[in-house]
């Protein structure tokens, strides 16, 4: 359980590996750029009680590795993200904004992939199990006939 994450009534590990681009697919997170959309994007999952685990911002697409708290779902921290870290950067640099018309700085759509510590088969095998543990489970008596 070193890994799990905690708040007033849970315990959990839900992590996501997120993947988004560029409108146009342009090259355009490069030097000041990059570092202000990674600074950006650290500030939006903070105050969203979002940890990063790994990122990674290419010259058109970020990638973040993040462990999410249970009542978000992945569609609300992507529109988060990309909402929020368009618009500043729309406004604070002015060379975006003549780059990509319609004040759009992201495409469409997003890729996301959940990530765990066990597979889909060891969770169908625990649940295809409940039930048939014997009545001690595994703390056994010597003398039981």
Request: some cysteine; glycine content about 6%.
């Amino acid at each position: 359980m070193e890994h799990y994450r905690k708040s007033s009534h849970t315990v959990y590990d839900i992590k996501y590996h997120i993947v988004w681009i560029t409108k146009y697919r342009k090259p355009i997170l490069r030097g000041d750029i990059a570092l202000r959309v990674r600074d950006l994007i650290r500030e939006i999952c903070k105050a969203k009680d979002v940890e990063i685990i790994k990122g990674y911002v290419s010259r058109d697409h970020v990638h973040l590795f993040v462990s999410v708290p249970p009542h978000m779902s992945v569609s609300q921290l992507v529109q988060s993200i990309k909402g929020k870290t368009s618009r500043k950067m729309m406004m604070e640099y002015k060379r975006l904004s003549r780059a990509f018309w319609g004040r759009h700085m992201w495409a469409r759509g997003y890729f996301v992939a959940s990530s765990g510590n066990v597979t889909d088969e060891v969770i169908m095998k625990y649940i295809e199990e409940q039930g048939k543990e014997p009545p001690d489970g595994d703390f056994k008596v010597e003398d039981e006939l």
